[in-house]
């Protein structure tokens, strides 16, 4: 017989990928998106204006974009913002946010908690509750299932 | 520290009650057949993202969902060797027994020291949140537990060395 009969190459091809209902996750990948610049934060967090940082950095978070490290290096901004906010200010900052900038950052605190540091997981857990206290369980809710992480 | 605990609580507490919405989904890979998807992981479409919860860098609770099971990993805190030690055969005790725990997973996740896997037939015959509130009594008894075991320990440790060097 022909010598082509011997290859048994095709008992490693996976069928399952070529099946109609696979699922993909989303390609549109927005690379434009380049997360909020670090000297912008730098500068408001010396004026003092912590609140205005917060609301610039959810603005600027790369939820669309697919680079790792764009997304790393906005994290730790973020996180840079919510600790420089003292306990008092937390509430107050929190009343200029609408839901989906509530919703990106109980994203950010979240991925806060991943990498815990000297004192920032205490921080981050006076976070979580005031967030918690004004969004309830429907934002934790959001976090899990949407599919742009943070 | 102790000032953390109960934020901690809370906020594992709040995070295991939006996650532990399960329901009733067979697998879609083999016919006929039920399996807890955040354990198979075969579908990327079935599984939420996976959240964690850290007191410090030693404590964290890993929670993973998907749409009809929830695993919940805890680390827990231990300062020295004693502790260590005492964790380990402690968690290893519990583990053997986890048929009868339910809930309990026989092996920890990579990086944790015991897991909790929750499928949806679990919250069909038990109570969401007394479910959550056994999860969270939990974590707060080991720690007693094991201070305590470790204090037991330490006074047996001595007692007996007294009464050996007596004789010398």
């Not at chain 1, 091809?13 to 000297?39: F, H, I, K, L, R």
């Not at chain 1, 912008?40 to 205005?52: F, I, P, Y």
């Not at chain 1, 540091?117 to 969004?135: I, M, N, P, R, Y």
Request: charged share 30%.
């Amino acid at each position: 017989m022909s010598k082509n009969t011997r290859n048994t190459a095709f008992r490693k091809v996976d069928v399952d990928q070529y099946g109609e209902e696979v699922y993909e996750e989303d390609q549109t990948a927005d690379e434009g998106a380049t997360g909020p610049s670090d000297a912008e934060v730098q500068s408001m967090l010396a004026k003092g204006r912590n609140g205005d940082a917060l609301q610039y950095v959810l603005t600027n978070a790369p939820l669309t974009s697919k680079n790792q490290g764009v997304k790393d290096k906005a994290a730790q901004t973020v996180l840079k913002v919510l600790m420089s906010l003292k306990a008092n200010e937390i509430e107050g900052s929190l009343k200029g946010l609408d839901q989906a900038k509530q919703d990106t950052l109980m994203k950010y605190i979240y991925r806060g908690f991943e990498n815990p540091s000297e004192g920032s997981s205490a921080q981050l857990l006076v976070w979580h509750d005031k967030l918690f206290a004004v969004t309830g369980v429907g934002s934790i809710v959001r976090v899990l299932t949407d599919r742009k992480r943070v | 520290m102790s000032t953390t605990l109960q934020p901690y609580l809370k906020a594992v507490r709040q995070t295991l009650t939006a996650a532990i919405c399960v329901e009733n989904f067979s697998s879609q890979v083999v016919e006929r057949h039920n399996k807890p998807e955040v354990e198979v992981r075969t579908s990327k479409e079935l599984l939420l993202t996976p959240v964690t919860i850290s007191r410090n860098d030693k404590e964290k609770v890993l929670i993973e969902g998907s749409i009809n099971s929830l695993r919940i990993s805890i680390a827990i805190k231990q300062a020295d060797e004693i502790e260590k030690i005492l964790c380990h055969k402690f968690m290893r005790f519990m583990m053997m027994r986890a048929e009868n725990f339910i809930i309990l997973r026989r092996k920890p996740v990579e990086g944790y020291d015991i897991s909790f896997l929750v499928t949806n037939f679990h919250t069909e015959q038990m109570f969401k949140h007394k479910l959550v509130d056994f999860i969270i009594h939990f974590m707060e008894e080991i720690d007693k537990e094991i201070s305590e075991m470790k204090l037991a320990v330490n006074s047996r440790a001595r007692i007996s060395a007294e009464e050996f060097l007596k004789r010398f």
